[in-house]
């Protein structure tokens, strides 16, 4: 089980990296294992789809790969790294609320990663937090 961060309402998983456009990355070897925050699964509410990225997809770092529905809002998620998707989480077309319930267990897609370097620019928890904490509070 991971250890946590809380900042204001929302938890963040010590052990990985984010993006500013709130997905995670654990990487493991040279597989980037790619899911949402806490925080954007908050402000999505109750999530009602998904579409994923097929396998074999090239994808860069910045690209939108897929995308999440909800109730409120659709929101668009985002290659965290340059690779190819190796594998979805099919699991998610069924109940794609697991994101909702499980934000950190539950992932959306595996990138083989081309540069590793990619993945020491993205944010640290410590980082991430306080971007969430700027977002909040409007500043």
Do not use: C
């Not at 340059?82 to 069924?94: A, D, P």
């Not at 909702?100 to 640290?124: A, C, G, Q, R």
Request: proline share 4%; net charge negative.
């Amino acid at each position: 089980m991971a250890e946590y961060i809380r900042v204001l309402d929302y938890i963040i998983a010590r052990d990985r990296r984010y993006t500013d456009t709130d997905e995670w990355v654990k990487l493991e070897g040279d597989i980037a294992i790619v899911g949402i925050t806490d925080y954007a699964q908050k402000k999505l509410r109750d999530i009602v789809g998904v579409e994923l990225p097929d396998v074999g997809r090239s994808v860069k770092r910045g690209e939108v790969v897929a995308s999440i529905e909800s109730v409120k809002a659709a929101a668009e998620v985002y290659a965290p790294l340059t690779g190819e998707i190796v594998e979805v989480n099919e699991r998610l077309y069924e109940e794609p609320e697991l994101l909702n319930k499980e934000p950190y267990e539950t992932w959306m897609f595996k990138i083989k990663v081309v540069d590793k370097s990619e993945y020491e620019k993205l944010m640290s928890p410590e980082e991430y937090a306080k971007h969430i904490k700027r977002r909040e509070e409007g500043s």
